[in-house]
């Protein structure tokens, strides 16, 4: 079927293991988890978005249903944002805030496969939600859990851009440029198309020459980490309280990121990432490889003002950032930037005749209770081909007692990576696995 | 929404620490994971079954499509077996073979909600697939699966009741029974219904009193370990070919799940499992608390001939078990079976004074650094909300360095569940940490 990521196993041992791995950093730094069900009822998923959202949404129905000729009331998540919002809506008086939570789960978008783009993909979020108020130092955590996230996952150097959609608002106004979405729209375009096309545009949506070159000049020049940040920041002549307020909350985040343990390298501000489509309100966060640019952001995210305000009347507002992970696991496939192919499998117990099944399948069993993930061979072959399946299922080692070994209460060890191999007594097979496995 | 289960973050911090418990036993075996779009085509889907599943799938559309008037061709998984089918029919020549799968996802029932039926639910699967011929060694592996899950998840004494549907068969054939549906039905029926019961309906759909009561008083008297199970057996008249060979497997199966390393109070043969309207042919397989029988089975599986044969031309016989995770938890949940509230947070690192905010910051991400979850406040608040707080969500260590801590080079480490407290010098906060979470 076109427009899924569907894997073969090895590969989906890796899959799996980077999931558990941001997992992992996600919960270190106490994020809760939530699951949210697949489909939400229509007029959920529909309040929250109109046009191009609408035409993409996944409606669901029982094909009991259909016959009986009832309209669809059911549709699939589109994203993790509009289920955490219900969620916390509905759940409101159990939760304790601020909320942390973090959510795993595949997302569907009814659109035309294409590569790289999924019809269902695992997403990988994270937010902060609070009641009233959220103060702008959660701002600075979400850099802190993105880092810790990439810096598992091992993927190379990267660079957290950091930005905010009221510093970048007020720009606009000091510059008297009106139509604000549509210059935010052609700002996040600078790195694929260039300043000139993008001044161009500018000013063909209205924008004045002088303005529209001057926006450009402004935020152009990447990613400054450290002093280089704030010394732009301070460049900036505050005419306007949104500039001001913008320039503020910049600072107080970049100021306090490396509080968090965020290496001074790893992120820095970008004035040119504006997210223009999307609700994001205040700081918003782009991240990027170092090494493969091209890849566009690995992990995106952004403060929003308020969560859910047509679910419930309390003020929610958050930050919290998201990996479409499906996507991501894609490009670094294609970019061959994935470790090679690794079993969880650990051992292959092997089985060269009828008689030696009990003893092989006790020695898997004291293998796996030592906590070693084993894999037991039942029918009788030679040993030949059973290495082979191991070699070709990158299983790293081969155990088999054989009527000579048996006879002599030995095991032979075959490690395939080294390829070694050793006679082991017996009592001692637990011990020599566990030293190079 | 009714009909699915979503849970609150500490209940879903169980809910997630269990699956991983089973995905950890199935890799254990050397089970290794695949993970299939949520949607298939409908042919795919409506392949397989007939009847009342037809009408119990949910049928998929993209809204853009629903308005052009097309018919939907996508639907969600009800099971995972099926997608396994079309997957290994697809992936079949990158295989190795025999192929032992595990695959945790959610399946999806158009059924009308009610108590513990779910219109989603999580599924977690393991099956040994092999080409041709898959020996009859893999039946006894597969309690030993049920076994090791079980035992970890820890929800007190279990038994697997193991039997074999050509033995059952051969009995009916043996007693002169032909409506062997049916009556494989009625069996399943006998511990909610009782032996009279059972024995009425036998003869109210055709079969012989002296029969009807025959076969509820042979195939009766629960579940039989040991020597019992193997005496059993050995009072059958073999006087058809089906029960000589399904008592020939069913002693094989028994006398090899000890060596797989069982316990022989865990496992026994039960005549009276039947798993009527499923498609196995050989071993089937329910698992039941032994204090809980009123659950029922919460693991159950089989043997089948034949797994894919609409999808390839290649034999692929299986054998496999699966559990409906999701009504188990709430099943246990119910029962009061569920260990109580743990949260995956280890720490809370208060903040008594913004002055504070930086060391505060810096003791958080020691602690992450050492592997310990934990979550930052960065709104100085009083101590008693803070500590209010954490016990609310069952965090158990609260850290704070205060302005009198500081000073002294100290940092405050109070133990909620053990209601003590002390005063840790700085330098020995991580170990102070890890001695006591």
Redesign the interface.
């Known amino acids: ?1 076109p427009g ?1 990521l ?5 590969e ?2 890796a ?2 293991g980077m999931v558990a791995m941001i997992r992992r950093e996600f ?4 994020y ?10 229509t007029e959920v998923l529909l309040g929250k978005t109109g046009g191009d959202t ?14 009986a000729g009832e309209d ?1 009331d ?3 998540r589109f994203d993790l944002t509009v289920p955490l919002a219900r ?1 916390v809506a509905e ?1 409101e008086h ?3 805030f601020p ?3 973090y959510q795993i789960q ?1 997302v ?1 978008r ?2 035309r496969p294409q590569k790289g783009r999924y ?2 993909f695992l997403q990988c979020d994270v937010d902060v939600i609070d009641r009233g108020e959220l ?1 702008i ?2 701002d600075a ?1 979400i850099p ?1 859990v993105i880092n ?1 996230v990439f810096d598992a996952l091992g993927f190379g150097e990267f660079v957290i851009r950091i930005n905010n959609r009221r510093l970048l608002t007020g720009l606009l106004r000091s510059l008297g440029i009106g139509a604000q979405v549509e210059a935010l729209r052609e700002l996040d375009k600078l790195d694929k198309r260039g300043d000139e096309a993008v001044v161009a545009s500018l000013i063909s949506s209205g924008v004045s020459t002088g303005s529209a070159r001057a926006l450009v000049e402004m935020v152009g020049g990447g990613v400054r980490t450290g002093d280089a940040a704030m010394s732009l920041l301070d460049e900036f002549r505050l005419d306007n309280d949104l500039l001001r307020q913008g320039v503020a909350e910049t600072k107080e985040v970049l100021g ?1 990121v490396g ?3 965020v290496p001074a390298s790893r992120f820095g501000l970008d004035l040119a990432i504006a997210r223009g489509l999307d609700y994001y309100t205040g700081t918003v966060y782009e991240t990027t490889l170092m090494s493969h640019p091209e890849l566009g952001s690995i992990c995106s995210g952004g403060r929003y003002d308020d969560l859910a305000g047509q679910y419930t009347k309390s003020k929610l507002p958050g930050v919290g950032i998201s990996i479409g992970f499906s996507r991501l696991f894609w490009q670094l496939e294609s970019a061959q930037l994935l470790p090679s192919a690794h ?3 650990a051992v ?1 117990v092997g089985l060269l005749d009828d008689d030696g ?2 003893e092989s ?2 020695i898997a ?1 004291e293998l ?2 030592a ?6 061979t ?2 009788a072959d030679k040993i030949g081909s059973q290495l082979k ?1 191991a070699d ?2 990158a299983i790293d080692l081969y155990v088999v007692a054989g009527p000579v070994e048996r006879e002599r209460n030995e095991v032979l060890l075959r490690n395939l990576r080294t390829k070694s191999q050793e006679t082991v007594p017996r009592p001692h097979l637990v011990a020599a696995v566990k030293a190079v496995s």
Chains 1, 2 share one sequence.
């Open positions: 079927m899924v569907e894997l073969l196993p090895l989906q041992v899959f799996d919960e270190r730094f106490g809760l988890p939530i699951a949210t069900p697949t489909m939400e009822l609408e035409r993409q949404i996944y409606l669901v129905q029982s094909s009991g249903a259909a016959d669809p059911l549709a699939l969620y759940h159990r939760l304790s909320f942390r939570r595949p569907f009814g659109e019809r269902e103060s130092r959660y955590e802190a810790a306090l509080e968090w343990g079993n969880s499998v292959l099944l009990e399948l006790r069993a796996r209770r906590g070693v993930n084993t894999q037991s039942v029918v399946y070709r299922n």
